[in-house]
């Protein structure tokens, strides 16, 4: 076993984390996505191909895809077409160039986490719990809250929504939450964002059991 | 490992799928049954043997069964019995020519979501989750429900029920609840129905604690 | 993989299951134990030695077990003891010729499923669920109920306990329950009873989480 | 496999030990440490570097910590720092000379099991369950509690407060628990210290679900 998920090329990386996060059942079905910034050419990301169990995935299933434009600079099997949730790690990778690594994961315990929340609530409060310090909040009794967004049918909207709302105010953590659809977390590199989806993850089965 | 389950011989694949769904407490004692298609010959599936425990499943213990009527054609172990279920399994083939896999599991998170019906319900009404989109569903808010039909000792006056109704009405989704039994889901692959199940239970498992 | 545990070795294969019920966290700190009886005598049966942890076990820590006295047949290390509640073991094999293996699980589930029956209780009604038919009760709305036992310090005292209430009446289930304490299980064979552990445990969480 | 964690060297076993613990969520992102004294020096110990996943640790992952200083007594990887809570184990050590391990982890249950206890309560009163026994009492219906600290940002306040409040009093189990923090767990080998893990984190999780 590799010491850290970025001492492996990222596709390897990615898709052992594919397999790891669809274990713990955080990506039943097709659901998820997972990307990385590209080492050599930092203006472009690999992401998980769409409709794929991620179980089953090996380093073919990555498309790389330009940062500045919506296009596919890169792909291993024809007719292979990017997450439909392209649009949003596109926004995070151009809003934070100091990210290499973006990961959206789907639990049972993140849609019950906000299941109470209203509809048009903007943010979920997390609990004062130790286990925040791993978002690099180092506070007593920590009172932070992650950002929440309406689920659309239109991916691009909630892209540009998350544009929006972050381009006025930076997220107070590395991780967003989408209504009925789970947390998008990204970091540093690869092992950051793997530990932090963790600690949300944590978090959200503490809020949804709470 | 390959890259899907379709790439596997089917009682391959379904060995490996039972293995699967047995640790994940799905298909615990010997409950649950798994079924394909038979390639060459789609007048015939391949289905489990009754009464083996399913995480110790071997590619001899399956047996194959006719379409139009109630006889094995092909078993490998002498006095091997084809699943109790199998009628249901014959229903699903029979009513719907593009399935060619259809699989039962058993989980808690099943009986405890169908618990709350009253006993003449006929549909379990699912949470209006993104993840609804994997069982085909595009709409930003879906409003679905899952058949669901009561337990009987007789598993044909089940199947019957299945037919009567499904032939009155084509289910929204391709999956069915049996009260205190759990669901079967249909796809037109392995990997198909083995996502779905996937994702309904995801959703058994949101509607269990929500 | 065998296609039985009854095709192995029975210390080899009852090493194999601690370790799997260790895995569902059935067996925590040293707690659970398991026994088959002895293939050539079955006037004894092997066990788990005492105070060991249940993900490690090799086939050398059992001990052979008559089955009338209370002495050790035969034991492979030095200062070996026989689990503590190896009389429980014994009334069963004792009371039914026909079963060849017993386990002891000892779930946060099956404490919690019990936690609200009162103190005297001496049974555990079951939820009418199909997994019912796995313990060979084939009833469209089966109405049974585990035998409940108060937990003690002596264990002496609570075999004494199942010996006299299973004289009277015989358990109408292949299980039993102590109070805090978990279930013990019982079949003909040690795939049956590894089969029914799997099914009380679906009932314990059932119950836990109703 | 060998047949208990001290038949290894110290670091090899915490590094399984970790695995182990991550694989059971109980070690999310990089929270948790854990450590052993060393064999040959018994005023040093072993402890986890600062800031590692703990799914991915390797033997020199470990830093070797006087037990009378503050101070680094032999590090693998330069740069490497001990885990942050460093001084709450050596407080164990000095204070139980009997301890050979430490081990602290995080589990969403512990967070739980606690959170209704006041700001202010010293004590976590533990369930009367069988699996008690496992931390040394034996009592028919024991009544136990586990000592209780507020958590700090400040580790050492923590420590010294359990030096003094043990000191007083010694504690009537192997186990403290921090408010939002979890569990810390010692005994007097390896193994002892992680069949205990498992019985505080049974226990926890019974508490939280009650």
């Excluded at 077409?81 to 639990?107: D, G, M, W």
């Excluded at 906000?114 to 791993?134: N, Y």
Aim: with cysteine; proline share 8%; glycine share 4%.
């Amino acid at each position: 076993m590799s010491h850290s998920f970025d001492d492996l090329d990222p596709r390897t990386a990615l898709a052992q984390i594919a397999r790891d996060f669809h274990r713990r059942e955080w990506m039943a079905g097709t659901a998820g996505n997972l990307s990385a910034r590209h080492r050599q050419d930092p203006n472009s990301f690999w992401i998980t191909a769409s409709g794929l169990p991620k179980g089953r995935l090996d380093e073919e299933d990555f498309l790389r895809i330009d940062l500045a434009e919506d296009q596919v600079v890169e792909r291993f099997r024809d007719g292979a077409k990017p997450s439909a949730e392209t649009a949003i790690h596109r926004v995070i990778y151009q809003l934070f160039p100091e990210v290499n690594a973006c990961l959206h994961v789907h639990s049972v315990d993140a849609c019950l986490a906000v299941a109470h929340c209203p509809a048009d609530s903007t943010e979920l409060p997390l609990p004062p719990l130790e286990m925040i310090k791993g978002l690099d909040i180092w506070e007593e009794r920590p009172v932070v809250a992650l950002p929440l967004f309406p689920n659309r049918l239109d991916v691009p909207d909630i892209a540009a929504e998350i544009r929006r709302r972050f381009t006025a105010t930076p997220p107070p953590l590395s991780a967003l939450m989408i209504h009925g659809h789970g947390a998008t977390v990204w970091g540093r590199s690869l092992q950051e964002a793997y530990n932090r989806v963790e600690i949300v993850e944590f978090l959200m089965s503490y809020l949804a059991r709470a």
